[in-house]
């Protein structure tokens, strides 16, 4: 976003970046400490690196605080990781009793359409974006734990180099691979009162 305007021969120029996901359709989404802490998750994942090997999966939770109704995050214990895999360990809810888990995101370090070969013997990105059946599976596996089946099922997303995916438990795996938001990063610039 920029606008200028010239005021007794001076141009005011300012100029900002707005951090966003768009349309901001998931109220976690909205709030900015949200979206610093995707970015930073996303620049942790190292994921414009040209050797996919330099590349790792990230996890962090959305929480929000009850009495305050503040979001915040806390990063997961991750076992292991690599450039197409995470193990990680949910957040005990007992752990949180002040807070709802609203939702995990992961990262996915590549581009839709983008495809390489994994750490894994025999195993390879597709390049269609969305969840993987891994990921589809450890969805369902954690709501069936018995600390998660009383209580709000967290949402879990993945963001990836272009756009934010959302896994619907209600849609079979792998049915909807469409982005819910569309991944917007900028560079903010704060120029003021350029002399012409």
């Given at each position: 976003?920029?606008?200028?305007?010239?005021?007794?021969?001076?141009?005011?120029?300012?100029?900002?970046?707005?951090?966003?996901?768009?349309?901001?359709?998931?109220?976690?989404?909205?709030?900015?400490?949200?979206?610093?802490?995707?970015?930073?998750?996303?620049?942790?994942?190292?994921?414009?690196?040209?050797?996919?090997?330099?590349?790792?999966?990230?996890?962090?939770?959305?929480?929000?605080?009850?009495?305050?109704?503040?979001?915040?995050?806390?990063?997961?214990?991750?076992?292991?990781?690599d450039q197409c895999r995470s193990y990680w360990h949910a957040l005990d809810p007992a752990g949180y009793p002040?807070?709802v888990i609203m939702a995990y995101v992961h990262t996915h370090p590549q581009y839709l359409n983008e495809r390489?070969?994994?750490?894994?013997?025999?195993?390879?990105?597709?390049?269609?974006?969305?969840?993987?059946?891994?990921?589809?599976?450890?969805?369902?596996?954690?709501?069936?734990?018995?600390?998660?089946?009383?209580?709000?099922?967290?949402?879990?997303?993945?963001?990836?180099?272009?756009?934010?995916?959302?896994?619907?438990?209600?849609?079979?795996?792998?049915?909807?691979?469409?982005?819910?938001?569309?991944?917007?990063?900028?560079?903010?610039?704060?120029?003021?009162?350029?002399?012409?």
């Amino acid at each position: 976003m920029t606008t200028t305007t010239r005021v007794n021969g001076v141009v005011h120029v300012d100029s900002a970046c707005v951090q966003c996901l768009t349309p901001f359709s998931d109220s976690s989404m909205d709030h900015q400490v949200i979206r610093n802490r995707l970015m930073n998750l996303s620049d942790e994942s190292n994921p414009r690196a040209s050797n996919p090997d330099d590349r790792i999966e990230r996890v962090t939770a959305i929480l929000r605080d009850a009495p305050s109704g503040q979001f915040f995050t806390i990063d997961v214990t991750v076992d292991s990781a690599d450039q197409c895999r995470s193990y990680w360990h949910a957040l005990d809810p007992a752990g949180y009793p002040n807070a709802v888990i609203m939702a995990y995101v992961h990262t996915h370090p590549q581009y839709l359409n983008e495809r390489f070969r994994c750490k894994e013997p025999g195993t390879s990105t597709d390049g269609r974006g969305g969840g993987s059946d891994l990921d589809w599976r450890g969805m369902r596996s954690l709501y069936r734990l018995p600390q998660y089946r009383d209580i709000f099922k967290p949402v879990f997303y993945v963001l990836a180099n272009d756009f934010v995916y959302k896994l619907d438990p209600s849609k079979k795996r792998g049915v909807d691979r469409r982005p819910i938001l569309r991944w917007d990063k900028g560079v903010c610039k704060w120029v003021r009162f350029v002399a012409t």
